[in-house]
Nanobody, 122 residues
Framework: VQLVESGGGTVQSGGSLKLSCVASEFAFSTYDMTWVRQAPGKGPEWISGINTDGGRIYYTDSVKGRFTISRDNAKNTLYLQMNSLKPDDTALYYC????????????????RGQGTQVTVSS
């Protein structure tokens, strides 16, 4: 049972990246999922969530209009398209299996990936 992220890298301010999170050994289509990021010296920030069929999507205010979450249940993959990136978006990004809580508010997960580093230079 695991989640593996990819797609991070270093980009200039204003650039774009698309992150992927591949799920294995569990029924991906039956779980809500989230993207979380953690910048150096800061706590984790829940930035986006999506329900099982993609019909409900959530974003934190700091990424609304710039980031797009999506999923392909046939490919067991969660995505995060990130546009108009800013230096403040620099962080380790990881996906989680969302099992409790609401958006906004406290959330609970039971599985997370190792993460992929995103660095945005000014």
């Amino acid at each position: 049972v695991q989640l593996v992220e990819s797609g991070g890298g270093t980009v200039q301010s204003g650039g774009s990246l698309k992150l992927s999170c591949v799920a294995s050994e569990f029924a991906f289509s039956t779980y809500d999922m989230t993207w979380v990021r953690q910048a150096p010296g800061k706590g984790p920030e829940w930035i986006s969530g999506i329900n099982t069929d993609g019909g409900r999507i959530y974003y934190t205010d700091s990424v609304k209009g710039r980031f797009t979450i999506s999923r392909d249940n046939a490919k067991n993959t969660l995505y995060l398209q990130m546009n108009s990136l800013k230096p403040d978006d620099t962080a380790l990004y990881y996906c989680t299996r969302w099992i409790g809580g609401s958006w906004p508010g406290l959330k609970e997960y039971d599985l997370r990936g190792q993460g992929t580093q995103v660095t945005v230079s000014s």
